[in-house]
C-alpha cells in the first residue's frame, strides 16, 4: 500500500487495519472509531480433525460483509431517496446469505460462495409502486456495494416493502435463471430428498 498518496477528488479512500489473536479472533479498526471484533461461533466444526474454536465473541466476517451491504445501501437510498424527491418515515432492511462453505471445509475442489441473497428493504413511505421502482433502480446504481455484489454475479433477490405490506412493491432479480427455480429453491429441494 502506498503512503501519502494523492488521488483524484472523485476518488474515496477508506482504510481499515486488522490484528489477529488466537486461533479464531481478528479485530478491525478504523482511525477514531472503536474497533469491531470477528470470531467464528463457537465450536464451528469443519469436519473431523480439527475442531476451529471460535468463541462467538464477535461478527464473523459474513455478518460484517451483510451489514456493510445493509448500511450501504441505505445511506444510498438516504441520498437517491433526496435527489428523486421521495420521502420516507423510515427504512428497515433484512438480508439473509446461503452460501457454500465447503471448500472451507477442506472440499479441496471447491471454492466457498455465495449461492443466493435474499435481501428485504422495509420503507415506511406512502408513495406508489412506480415511484419505488425508481428508487430501487437509482439504488442499486449508486450503492458501492451493491456493485461489488453486482460483478461478482451473485444472484440476489431485493424485495422492497411498503412497510405494513405483505407483498413487495417491487422486486429485483439479479443473476437468476431465467424461469427455473433460483439456487434457494434447488438448495431446499436437495435437503427434502
Known amino acids: 500500500m502506498k503512503e501519502n ?15 489477529s489473536f488466537e486461533l479464531m479472533r481478528v479485530e478491525s479498526y478504523m482511525e477514531g472509531q472503536p474497533s469491531i471484533m470477528f470470531d467464528e461461533p463457537k465450536g464451528f466444526d469443519i469436519g473431523n480433525p480439527p475442531e476451529l ?5 464477535g461478527w464473523t466476517p ?17 441520498v437517491a ?10 427504512l428497515r432492511t433484512k438480508i439473509r446469505s446461503l452460501i457454500d462453505i465447503r471448500g472451507f471445509m477442506a472440499d479441496f475442489d471447491r471454492q466457498p460462495e455465495y449461492c443466493q441473497l435474499n435481501y428485504d428493504l422495509y420503507l415506511d413511505t406512502d408513495h406508489a409502486q412506480e415511484q419505488i421502482q ?9 450503492c458501492p456495494q451493491l456493485g461489488l455484489f453486482r460483478r461478482a454475479r451473485i444472484p440476489m433477490i431485493l424485495s422492497w416493502y411498503r ?27 436437495a435437503a427434502q430428498k
Open 5 to 19: 498518496v494523492t488521488y483524484p477528488e472523485h476518488i474515496g479512500v477508506s482504510d481499515v487495519t486488522t490484528r
Open 53 to 57: 474454536q471460535g468463541q462467538s465473541r
Open 62 to 78: 459474513v455478518h460484517a460483509q451483510l451489514a456493510a451491504l445493509s448500511g450501504c445501501t441505505s445511506i444510498t437510498i438516504a
Open 81 to 90: 431517496a433526496r435527489d428523486l424527491r421521495f420521502s420516507y418515515r423510515g
Open 134 to 142: 425508481k428508487l430501487a433502480e437509482e439504488t442499486d446504481r449508486r
Open 163 to 189: 412497510e405494513g405490506d405483505s407483498e413487495p412493491a417491487v422486486v429485483q432479480h439479479l443473476f437468476l435463471p431465467e424461469g427455473g427455480a433460483t439456487p434457494e429453491d434447488v438448495l431446499i429441494a
